[in-house]
């Protein structure tokens, strides 16, 4: 088992460009959650899908984030237009949801930086 | 979400037992209490979950108070590698319309003493 699969795994970038993050949920998993994490705010739930379906976005930031899971094997957040601020850390993971535990699996992270 | 409340940092020496108390005075009836950590530079882990007994696993032990307002995760030997954030997080149970849904707080740091 591979686990939860990001990438990049580092993502230098321009004020004012687009970036796309990636993930890979282990398979058969249904749900899928995108996080981020800063020193300032700890770590944040941006939104999370289940059945590739959105059911809570109330995390993500600004209009300039969008989320979309196409389908059960792959996920990506992108930030459109990128400012400093959004330099962060951004975790994907998954979880089997309905099972006896949700226990989530935590991709290793995109670190960020948007200069 | 219910809240829970952690000591920022503990300190511990290597192959001792270490408790890391959890307090969650406004816990309902259908929270799970879970445990995860996050090691240096990796994404959290999961290490534990209980609902009213105490459990038991490979990484840790979970002590629940009988009136599940506070719980302590239990390191049995703690070792250079379990220096981490440890984050205490309530949860409703399995299914429902949460989808596992964690909400993380700062949790507390440990460090391991050679």
């Known amino acids: 088992d591979a686990g939860v699969i990001q990438s990049p795994r580092h993502e230098v970038t321009e004020m004012g460009q687009e970036v796309t993050l990636r993930c890979k949920p282990i398979?058969?998993?249904?749900?899928l959650f995108w996080y981020r994490q800063t020193m300032m705010r700890g770590l944040e739930l941006l939104i999370y899908?289940?059945?590739?379906?959105?059911?809570?976005d109330s995390g993500m930031p600004e209009d300039r984030f969008s989320a979309k899971m196409p389908n059960a094997s792959f996920s990506t957040l992108k930030i459109q237009p990128s400012e400093p601020r959004d330099s962060a850390v951004y975790f994907c993971?998954?979880?089997?949801?309905?099972?006896?535990?949700?226990?989530?699996?935590f991709g290793p992270g995109t670190r960020l930086t948007v200069l | 979400d219910a809240k829970t409340t952690q000591p920022n940092s503990m300190e511990s020496n290597e192959e001792e037992p270490v408790h890391l108390p959890c307090n969650h005075s406004?816990?309902?009836?259908?929270?799970?209490i879970h445990w995860y950590r996050q090691l240096p530079s990796q994404g959290p882990e999961y290490v534990i979950h209980?609902?009213?007994s105490n459990v038991n696993n490979r990484m840790a032990s979970l002590a629940i108070a009988e009136d599940r307002k506070s719980s302590t995760l239990i390191l049995h030997r703690a070792t250079l590698r379990d220096a981490a954030v440890y984050y205490c997080?309530?949860?409703?149970?399995?299914?429902?319309?949460?989808?596992?849904?964690?909400?993380f707080g700062q949790g507390t740091i440990l460090t391991v003493h050679p």
């Open positions: 993971a998954s979880s089997f949801s309905g099972g006896r535990t949700d226990t989530q699996y």
């Open positions: 398979s058969g998993h249904n749900s």
């Open positions: 899908f289940n059945n590739n379906v959105p059911i809570d």
């Open positions: 406004t816990i309902s009836g259908t929270d799970y």
């Open positions: 209980g609902l009213t």
């Open positions: 997080i309530l949860r409703l149970g399995a299914g429902g319309t949460s989808y596992g849904k964690l909400t």
